[in-house]
């Protein structure tokens, strides 16, 4: 018997004696939220799962933006035992519908009302063909800027909201021996502040040009080249321990006070609430400079697996279900920072950056201002998004990169990925 026959028969033992047991079925459901704030928010999931009688699987894979957690999750499906649901993202959600994978949920989602209470955008973005396979939790808006408060007030600054503006105030920090923008040098964050730049630079259509139609004369324009000199300005208000670091230890360094400043989807929130931090009062919230018109989305999915189990099949269709209560969006939306996905909730318990989030999100539905987040897999395919990541890192890491061939490097990656 070769190792894999061996260790699937286990499994299968393994499997076949839970389900004897318990009368309820299981989910294992794979995700990256691992910092305090994220643990904090899908321990609600577990929780609710559980006191339906099911027993959940706690299947976490750390790192921010979600890349190793889809590396072992292609490992898990290949060899033929995916989990119930798994964390996704837009275009890997088409990617996986697309291999034959995931499974139907229109049952669901027609007893749930989904199309009547999801947003279309949203709700796009989880359908295959027209057919629900994953079910969004929550929706991100990445172009936050966070502050420090009390950095502020005492040195009598106020937040940058042009790009001019952040490197006055970063020069004053700076000189008074603070840390302007806490940052953490690892691909999706490089690109996360890359994209916030760069729809400044390039406003919405050009935005929606470079990085969702993937226009060749944008991705190597004029405008490019400046997001790319402006992003290499920006490094010089970072210190020199950011190679590596993770995102939540950036935005404690904001809550601590060693920073003033974090370019970092709302997801930061999670963490100065885990802290007990209140926005108005300890941090600040406001959108990444030049950018209030705009809102760059980032929706958190789960895709849901075919599985052959009857029981945790039932599971898996509760699961589905439990996400979009209302229950569940209220608190776990209230722990993560996002905004519930649904239009239809009391938003009272929420604090003011999440009522700005979802002002903004319906005001700019109706202005073009809604625009798919590329860092963080909204925009275009996982092969696309790779290459725009690897030029945008090695530029950002190279002391001599030149911002116009970067453009240009831009544009080629782009056409070889597609
Ligand atoms: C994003 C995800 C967020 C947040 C972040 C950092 O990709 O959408 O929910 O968890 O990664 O882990």
């Given at each position: 018997m070769?190792?894999?026959?061996?260790?699937k028969?286990?499994?299968?033992l393994?499997?076949?004696?839970t389900?004897?047991?318990s009368?309820?079925?299981?989910?294992e459901v794979?995700h990256?939220?691992?910092?305090?704030?994220?643990?904090?928010?899908?321990?609600?999931l577990k929780?609710m799962?559980?006191?339906?009688?099911h027993?959940?699987?706690d299947f976490a894979?750390?790192?921010?933006g979600?890349e190793?957690a889809?590396?072992?999750?292609?490992?898990?499906?290949?060899s033929?035992n995916?989990p119930?649901?798994a964390q996704?993202?837009?275009?890997?959600?088409?990617?996986w519908a697309?291999?034959?994978?995931?499974?139907n949920?229109d049952?669901?989602a027609?007893?749930?009302?989904w199309?009547?209470i999801?947003p279309?955008v949203?709700?796009?973005?989880a359908?295959?063909?027209?057919?629900y396979?994953a079910v969004?939790v929550n929706?991100?808006?990445?172009?936050?800027?966070?502050?420090n408060?009390a950095?502020?007030d005492?040195e009598?600054?106020?937040v940058?909201?042009?790009?001019?503006e952040f490197?006055k105030?970063?020069?004053?920090?700076?000189?008074?021996g603070?840390?302007?923008?806490?940052?953490?040098g690892?691909?999706?964050q490089?690109?996360?502040?890359?994209?916030?730049?760069?729809?400044?630079?390039?406003?919405n259509e050009?935005y929606?040009k470079?990085?969702v139609?993937?226009?060749?004369?944008?991705?190597s324009g004029?405008?490019?080249?400046?997001a790319?000199?402006?992003?290499?300005?920006?490094?010089d208000y970072?210190?020199s321990?950011s190679?590596?670091?993770d995102?939540?230890?950036?935005?404690?360094?904001?809550?601590n006070?060693q920073?003033a400043?974090?370019v970092?989807g709302?997801?930061?929130?999670g963490?100065?609430?885990?802290a007990?931090?209140?926005p108005?009062?300890?941090?600040?919230?406001?959108?990444?400079?030049?950018?209030?018109n705009?809102?760059?989305f980032n929706?958190d999915?789960?895709a849901f697996f075919?599985i052959k189990?009857?029981e945790?099949q039932?599971?898996q269709?509760?699961l589905?279900?439990t996400?979009?209560?209302k229950?569940?969006q209220?608190v776990?939306?209230?722990?993560?920072?996002s905004?519930?996905?649904?239009l239809?909730m009391?938003?009272?318990k929420f604090?003011?950056?999440?009522l700005?989030?979802m002002e903004?999100f319906k005001?700019?539905?109706?202005?073009?201002?809604?625009v798919?987040?590329?860092?963080?897999?909204?925009?275009?395919t996982?092969?696309?998004q790779?290459?725009?990541f690897d030029v945008?890192t090695?530029?950002?890491?190279?002391?001599d990169?030149?911002?116009?061939?970067?453009?240009?490097?831009l544009?080629?990656?782009?056409?070889?990925a597609?």
């Open positions: 070769t190792m894999n026959i061996m260790k028969s286990l499994l299968t393994a499997l076949f004696s389900s004897q047991l009368q309820a079925g299981e989910v794979l990256w939220w691992t910092s305090g704030g994220e643990a904090k928010s899908v321990s609600v929780e799962m559980e006191k339906d009688g027993s959940w699987k894979v750390a790192g921010g979600g190793s889809m590396t072992v999750l292609k490992t898990r499906a290949v033929g995916p119930a649901a996704m993202k837009g275009h890997n959600i088409q990617e697309d291999l034959g994978f995931l499974t949920l049952d669901v027609k007893q749930g009302n199309d009547g999801l279309k949203v709700a796009d973005t359908k295959y063909e027209g057919h396979v969004p929706v991100h808006r990445v172009n936050w800027l966070w502050a408060k950095i502020f005492k009598g600054l106020k940058p909201s042009s790009w001019d490197f105030v970063g020069d004053k920090l700076k000189a008074d603070i840390i302007p923008l806490a940052h953490g690892q691909p999706w490089d690109a996360t502040l890359f994209e916030a730049i760069a729809l400044e630079k390039l406003g050009d929606n470079a990085f139609e993937l226009d060749q004369d944008v991705l004029d405008k490019m080249v400046e790319f000199t402006t992003f290499k300005k920006v490094r970072i210190d321990n190679p590596g670091r995102w939540n230890v950036a935005t404690s360094m904001v809550i006070g920073a400043m974090q970092m709302d997801w930061a929130k963490e100065f609430s885990a007990n931090k209140q108005g009062t300890d941090y600040t919230c406001s959108p990444t400079p030049g950018t209030s705009s809102f760059t929706v999915s789960f075919q189990d009857k945790n039932k599971a269709q509760d589905a279900k996400i979009l209560s229950p569940f209220e776990f939306n209230l722990n993560k920072g905004i519930p996905v649904r239809d009391d938003m009272s604090d003011q950056c999440a700005d989030s903004a005001a700019t539905a109706d202005t073009g201002g809604l798919p987040s590329m860092a963080h897999g909204m925009s275009t996982s092969y696309v790779g290459a725009m945008i090695n530029f950002f890491n190279d002391n990169a030149d911002p116009k061939t970067a453009a240009e490097k544009a080629k990656a782009v056409k070889a597609q």
